[in-house]
């Protein structure tokens, strides 16, 4: 049957006279076959699903179709996904499943699951599934008691990771918290200890680890053991030991746990690593730490793969670990690409796959490719990318390499190929910088491409066209919503034209989505700022100064905003701050001037007492680093000035100080004098 109508009514009609727990089945076994090609690296067979499958002659015409309808307009499945019918088949089926607080709470479940392996294969985030999951949890969450507690435990995990794939940080914290509690934590969270990391290392150092306490019904649960366990590459760097050597080994570092902690604790590095970018060093630690603990369990399959898959991650920005990292990676992709057909692995590799958050063949095989170029395997990278139909990467590569000519032989090829495709002309336009290309992809796509409209306001953004600009990411944004890049370079296009109301709430929107981008709060407290909201631009600096706490960039503006808005204490305490981040940075006198001033007038005596002391502290560092003016020399004596007539010593220091400051400001006036002297001596020769 070739008419693609015809088998949708015919696919639909099978469904309709399956009974309700027969559907159910149908819809679980399609979607595992899906999810053991893609993201379990083995196909799995099932007798019910070919049933509804048949009809249609041609498996390519049947994959199209499937592709199609699970688009969502330009927003497509990866095109190389595998057995791509049978989400389409699960899809069909999970949707004739009734949706309503009388359902089962395993029925509910698994069409969470399906439309967050759905949500997960598109090219970009969807809004309408994480709508529509949204919705789904909700009854759930009023449902949930009906189900046993490990089923409660993966519907928290899973929901955890959901909404932080959508950027719902703290949502997702309290999803995981809750877990905890039901999986039988007293308390989880890192503890510190003295070890050592090198073979070599003399002296030990605070290391990390994961310290936990477990209720004792817990502690009585059966242990499960893994029947496949992955490889863990070693270190190729013979300074390094394979673990970290602690002097007193963690009481906890001895205990087993079951599978479900085990997840919890992986669920914990994944929020660590998207959810608390506070500081990039310390964030890499601390969720290192968890994945070490994860890797010891030595857990099922599936918690295997992604502990490993996101060490290596880690590890890829070390330059004495990125070898480990590429050889583990490589591992990793293989297993993914081998698509095994052995029945004994598949409960293996399925246990609790949905609580790992899986990442799919092509996503691992991707990462293994840019750790590849990290260390000059450019061709090898090339290949897999290739391989994948990653063509931006692959142009990347091109025009890092210098070679654009090829980036662009190899597009025009693929637009002769394949036809127009918006994303093929965004491509042509990144390697030309050519507005035309972007403005035919924004027409092949009818105006519905989020990508053509912010390639070309990116491109209007380097122009320094902002009013531009703001047009072609406004429209962007309204396409496709979840872009905190393109909801940053908004905010600043806004600022540049003068519009700072609009900037502010694109900044706001940034953060909401990224709250740790830093420089989005910075601006937004700049855009407060110009509105005339100078507390609320405080506060705001405040907030980033939390995400960036050694950029001396943000402390410099959180010292003219205190000064400002008379926060005196907070002013002293960033020029400590910046004394402290950089020993040769020249101090700027304008804010000391003002809070000198300000001190000399307080009236407030106890307020008064306090502030002198530290800022005194403050002049003291700073004159022993650079040359204060006469003025500022001169408010530093007065601040010293002894209120105590008799004390011969503290009135010398006085009077030495205000001789400075007499000597820096007669010097001065002589070098002005001088200095105009010889501008009327050269106009009287002309």
Not at 307 to 324: G, V
Not at 380 to 392: H, T
């Amino acid at each position: 049957m070739q008419n693609n109508n015809e088998f949708i009514i015919l696919l639909r009609q099978q469904i309709k006279n399956l009974k309700e727990d027969d559907l159910f089945d149908c819809a679980v076994s399609h979607l595992l076959i899906f999810v053991g090609a893609n993201f379990a690296g083995f196909e799995r067979q099932s007798v019910v699903c070919k049933n509804l499958l048949q009809g249609f002659e041609s498996i390519e015409e049947l994959k199209e179709l499937s592709f199609n309808e699970l688009a969502f307009g330009l927003n497509k499945p990866f095109d190389g996904a595998r057995f791509i019918e049978h989400l389409f088949a699960a899809k069909e089926a999970f949707s004739h499943l009734p949706t309503s607080s009388n359902s089962s709470f395993e029925h509910l479940f698994w069409k969470y699951r399906f439309l967050n392996i759905w949500s997960n294969i598109l090219v970009d985030k969807q809004i309408d599934l994480f709508k529509q999951m949204n919705e789904l949890s909700n009854l759930l969450f009023k449902i949930s008691s009906t189900s046993n507690k490990n089923l409660q435990i993966e519907f928290l995990l899973e929901r955890a990771l959901s909404l932080l794939n959508f950027f719902e940080f703290s949502s997702s914290k309290k999803c995981l918290e809750e877990a905890n509690k039901l999986a039988g934590f007293k308390q989880l969270q890192l503890g510190g200890a003295l070890g050592k990391r090198t073979q070599f290392q003399e002296k030990s150092v605070p290391q990390l680890f994961v310290e936990f306490e477990i209720s004792s019904a817990s502690t009585n649960q059966k242990i499960e053991e893994p029947t496949e366990l992955i490889h863990n590459t070693k270190n190729g760097d013979d300074t390094l030991l394979e673990k970290i050597l602690f002097d007193e080994k963690p009481k906890n570092k001895k205990q087993k746990i079951n599978s479900h902690q085990i997840a919890c604790i992986l669920v914990s590095a994944l929020l660590e690593e998207k959810g608390n970018k506070i500081e990039k060093q310390i964030e890499d630690e601390t969720c290192m730490a968890f994945l070490e603990e994860v890797i010891d369990q030595r857990p099922f399959w599936s918690l295997q793969m992604r502990a490993l898959i996101e060490r290596s991650k880690l590890e890829a920005k070390n330059s004495r670990r990125i070898e480990r990292a590429c050889s583990q990676m490589e591992i990793l992709a293989n297993i993914l690409n081998e698509n095994v057909k052995n029945e004994s692995i598949e409960s293996e590799r399925l246990n609790l796959i949905f609580v790992s958050s899986p990442l799919p063949f092509w996503k691992v095989s991707k990462l293994h490719a840019e750790i590849l170029l990290s260390l000059g395997c450019f061709s090898e990278a090339i290949r897999i990318f290739e391989k994948l139909n990653y063509w931006e990467d692959v142009v990347k590569c091109y025009l890092n390499s210098g070679q654009s000519e090829k980036a662009e032989i190899l597009i025009k090829k693929l637009l002769e190929e394949k036809g127009e495709n918006p994303f093929y002309y965004c491509l042509l336009g990144n390697i030309t910088n050519k507005e035309c290309f972007y403005l035919k992809a924004i027409e092949v796509s009818g105006d519905g491409n989020a990508l053509a409209r912010a390639s070309l306001g990116n491109l209007m953004l380097k122009r320094k066209n902002f009013s531009e600009a703001m047009k072609h990411f406004e429209r962007s944004l309204d396409i496709q919503p979840l872009q905190p890049g393109i909801y940053f370079n908004y905010g600043y296009s806004a600022m540049k034209s003068g519009n700072f109301q609009t900037s502010v709430k694109a900044f706001h929107r940034c953060v909401n989505i990224e709250p740790e981008h830093f420089e989005a709060w910075n601006n937004l407290a700049a855009s407060y700022i110009h509105l005339n909201q100078k507390h609320r631009a405080h506060k705001i600096l405040q907030e980033a100064l939390k995400l960036s706490w050694e950029n001396t960039y943000l402390w410099t503006n959180f010292l003219l905003i205190s000064v400002d808005i008379g926060d005196y204490e907070s002013g002293i305490s960033a020029l400590e701050r910046l004394m402290d981040l950089d020993k040769n940075l020249k101090i700027d006198e304008c804010p000391l001037e003002i809070m000198s001033i300000e001190i000399l007038n307080e009236q407030n005596k106890e307020k008064l007492e306090g502030m002198k002391k530290s800022l005194l502290r403050v002049l003291a560092r700073a004159s022993s680093r650079q040359s204060f003016g006469g003025k500022l020399q001169r408010l530093h004596a007065f601040l010293k000035k002894p209120e105590n007539g008799e004390d011969i010593t503290q009135w010398t220091i006085f009077v030495n100080l205000l001789e400075k400051a007499f000597k820096k400001e007669f010097d001065r006036i002589t070098i002005e004098k001088v200095f105009l002297n010889s501008l009327f001596e050269d106009n009287f020769c002309f």
